[in-house]
């Protein structure tokens, strides 16, 4: 079983709907969890980033952490054609100096809004 | 403006030479990472350095080396002794210490052995 796992879609939605992205772990011990953008082609650009439980909010997003379930959602309200592209996960521990600081990323969710 | 570059955007290779891929980074970060991108498998960690003149294998470090010679640079080689070298490479950094998990990507180059 993997540690973190992400469904791949895809994922096909209208412009204007309700997008929701979610991704499991199984390592307890995760305390930052993290939401990457990455257009076709090119490098994950960090959207959204969030410490332990709770809610976060930056624009039509809102990151989503519930450690008891182990679940974290990546919620995107009016979606527009350009939220077009794969969403990764990610994740990491609390990390001490010079540790073996490391991501464990899902395997990303393909989204298509359709206009 | 501050930020990754990578070089180049694409690569090709015959099998059985090794290549070597180019990072940069002007973001006076301490960390840099480079990762592997195959369809499928998501994001899978080859080297990484905390600091100048020291890094650690990754996840699938067989068949790849690096350097850290500077702080702005992180080459990757990809040896011939890598069996399925094709796939999409990333180079990643972070300010390090505590703030490692807060990384930030290069635009990518993508290998294909010919």
């Known amino acids: 079983q993997k540690e973190v796992e992400q469904d791949p879609g895809p994922l096909s939605v209208p412009e204007g709907a309700i997008v929701s992205l979610n991704c499991t772990y199984s390592?307890?011990?995760?305390?930052?969890f993290m939401w990457y953008r990455q257009y076709s082609r090119k490098g994950p650009e960090l959207l959204m980033y969030?410490?332990?439980?709770g809610n976060k909010e930056d624009g039509r997003f809102t990151a989503q952490v519930d450690k008891s379930s182990k679940y974290i959602s990546l919620f995107i309200r009016d979606s527009q054609p350009s939220d077009s592209a794969t969403y990764l996960c990610a994740m990491s521990p609390i990390i001490s100096n010079f540790g073996n600081e490391k991501l464990t990323f899902g395997t990303g969710t393909r989204l298509t809004i359709i206009p | 403006d501050g930020g990754i570059t990578q070089s180049p955007k694409y690569l090709f290779r015959k099998e059985g030479q090794n290549v070597t891929l180019s990072c940069e980074q002007n973001l006076n970060h301490d960390a840099m990472y480079w990762y592997r991108q195959d369809p499928g498998q998501g994001l899978r960690l080859i080297y990484y350095?905390?600091?100048?003149?020291?890094?650690q294998k990754g996840d699938i470090a067989e068949g790849y080396s690096v350097s850290r010679e500077k702080k702005e640079s992180f080459p990757l080689t990809v040896t011939s002794a890598q069996k399925n070298p094709t796939a999409f490479y990333l180079c990643a950094s972070s300010l390090g210490g505590s703030a490692n998990h807060e990384q930030f990507f290069g635009p990518g180059t993508r290998l294909t052995v010919l």
């Open positions: 969030t410490y332990s439980s």
């Open positions: 350095s905390q600091i100048v003149n020291d890094f």
């Open positions: 390592n307890s011990a995760f305390q930052y």
